[in-house]
């Protein structure tokens, strides 16, 4: 698909998750070519715009369209859209078997999308090379034999990236990727993910931190109460007025070399 063109498209997509709204009546289209942070504080509706995608929520009105179809399978989706989510480490990480799943095999598992490789003959040289290649991109081909479980969380996170980018697709949702990070992992982890952009890989950053919106973003979704509040450019978006209404809060918005930070 030429750059442009949509890959995520929302329309009028409500939500509902058990009794309660958790999206009401959000319309957005999400650009191959540019990079897309979706911001709010928890309960906003982020994640779940994420779960509309991978079809563990499915919308209760309107629709959701990932390059262009409303049905989709899931295992060839993959093959264009790279998604990270804390859940994936959690079940990789208390997977029901028990055993420890060494680097190389997670990135190998997002081939079958389970969580380790249970059919060791499935795997091709091919496979293994890729899966080898985006180790070494995301700086941790040395974290290749090492269980995930005794990985720091920001290893473990640049070895999902890596499982994720394994299929080279043309775009990655990144869920509340920085979470638990220390101020050290976080600003390394950060500049993995730079790289991955910097490579021609289209990023959504799905965040309610403000120091995850990378320099490379050009492009911020506020949600608030599960709706749209504001949409456009980041530095129309990222406002001290819009911020403080969003979060409900008087914050103070500062820039300073394309890093966006808060008061």
């Known amino acids: 698909m030429k750059p442009g063109l949509p890959f ?11 009794e309660r709204p958790a999206l009401i009546d959000v319309s957005v289209d999400l650009r191959l070519g540019e990079s897309v942070a979706i911001i709010g504080p928890n309960g906003s509706g ?25 049905r989709w399978d899931v295992f060839a989706l993959r093959r264009q859209l790279g998604i990270v989510t804390q859940d994936v480490q959690r079940a990789a990480e208390t997977n029901s078997s028990g055993r420890d799943i060494p680097g ?3 990135v190998l598992s997002g081939y079958f999308s389970s ?3 249970w059919d060791a003959a499935r795997v ?37 990236i890596a499982r994720a980018l394994a299929h080279k697709p043309g775009a990655l949702i990144l869920d509340e990727p920085t979470n638990s990070l220390d101020i050290a992992a976080l600003q390394t ?37 599960g709706r749209l509040f504001a949409d456009g450019p980041k530095k ?12 409900g809060i008087p914050i103070r918005v500062s ?6 930070s808060v008061s």
């Open 8 to 18: 995520l498209q929302f329309r009028h997509l409500s939500v509902h998750r058990g």
């Open 115 to 117: 969580v380790g490789v």
């Open 255 to 260: 820039e300073k070399r394309g890093w966006y």
């Open 124 to 160: 091709t040289p091919l496979m293994v090379r890729q899966a080898k290649r985006a180790l070494a991109f995301m700086g941790a081909a040395h974290l290749a034999e090492r269980p995930l479980t005794e990985m720091s969380s920001g290893e473990a996170r640049r070895v999902l």
């Open 189 to 225: 982890f950060l500049k993995w993910v730079r790289k991955v952009v910097r490579a021609g890989t289209d990023l959504v950053i799905v965040t309610h931190h403000l120091h995850d919106v990378i320099p490379e973003i050009s492009r911020v979704v506020l949600l608030k109460d």
């Open 104 to 106: 190389l095999e997670v």
């Open 236 to 247: 129309d978006v990222l406002t001290s007025a819009h911020l403080s209404e969003v979060f």
């Open 46 to 70: 982020k994640s779940t715009l994420v779960k509309a995608v991978t079809r563990e929520c499915y919308p209760w009105e309107g629709e959701a369209r990932v390059f262009g179809q409303e």
